[in-house]
């Protein structure tokens, strides 16, 4: 399993290069790379100018460097980046989408249904919770130890605690 080297916020935009003031909000992408997502962040003056193309984005607010960060990332960011990984065949994607899975699960956003195997593969069927479908998901049949380091590394990449 790669590892990725996920950037915390430089506190700065990436496409002007303006330092973040305390207290400003600003959106926080991912985009995709040869090595695999990259965190970078930009100031809604440029993201509205620009609407740079992103994996998956979100909104946040520049933390004051003295206090202890209370970042959230809501429930349909976490969704929708869950829903953009569903066609993944590369296998450290496919992890990422199943450590989400588990926290989407954590969060009662998907309930488990049933469970098949197909092609060898071991396939989730879930619910999506207050809508009528559900999703699909293949178990990679992690570690315990993989699972709390990719955990950490969506942590890293959202800039929450997992």
Known sequence: MTDWEIKKTLG???GTGKKFAVGQ????????TPEGFERI?????????EKPDVYCYWKTKMAHPGRKKKLFVDDEM??????RLAEETEPERV?????LTLILMRK?????????????REIWTLRVTGENRSVRV???????DQIAQLSSQVGEILQVDM
């Open 78 to 83: 976490l969704m929708t980046f869950f829903e």
């Open 41 to 49: 962040d930009f100031s809604v003056e440029f993201w509205e100018g």
């Open 95 to 99: 992890n990422f989408r199943f450590v």
């Open 25 to 32: 909000e600003y959106f926080a992408a991912l985009i995709e």
């Open 138 to 144: 293949a178990n990679p049949r992690l570690t315990e």
């Open 12 to 14: 700065q935009c990436c």
């Open 108 to 120: 009662r956003i998907l309930k488990y249904d049933s469970s098949e195997i197909k092609d060898g």
